[in-house]
């Protein structure tokens, strides 16, 4: 019975020993960067806002000037996009207000609230945030962001 009880308390032990031992091992990992926080304001300006008046913009996750990106737009009521086309296709999804997104060849595209547009590589787009509330929307880029200037 003395040995079972020595034994069962050398368990308990380096069960203690090991959980400590882990512990300290998981505090001097360093954290991935996909598990850190990460906080940006709203109201950054410059690329991809440069020269559009009404427009800011937040840079979410990723380098626009190397790779893949998110970032969300705020478009003040009224404000139009001149046509332009990127080399990377585009996802968008409204978050609020109303875009009118124009793509050369297709229809005009009512994006608002929980709403999803995907146009390709080079789609030539255009638009604006309808009158009423200001416009905010999350767009992702597969590739680095460029903007082209295009015509109609």
Request: proline residues 8%.
């Amino acid at each position: 019975m003395r040995t079972k009880m020595i034994l069962a308390t050398m368990a308990g032990s380096l069960a203690l020993m090991a959980t400590g031992t882990a512990s300290s091992l998981a505090e001097s990992r360093p954290v991935p960067a996909a598990d850190r926080v990460v906080y940006h304001g709203h109201k950054e300006k410059g690329s991809p806002c440069e020269g559009l008046a009404g427009c800011t913009f937040v840079q979410l996750k990723g380098d626009p000037k190397s790779g893949p990106s998110e970032a969300m737009f705020t478009l003040k009521a009224g404000t139009p996009f001149p046509p332009h086309w990127h080399t990377s296709p585009e996802h968008v999804v409204g978050v609020s207000g109303v875009m009118l997104w124009h793509v050369a060849g297709k229809k005009t595209y009512r994006v608002g609230a929980g709403d999803f547009l995907y146009y390709p590589s080079k789609a030539v787009h255009w638009g604006k945030c309808a009158q009423g509330a200001d416009c905010v929307y999350y767009v992702y880029d597969s590739e680095p962001y460029d903007f082209h200037p295009a015509e109609r």
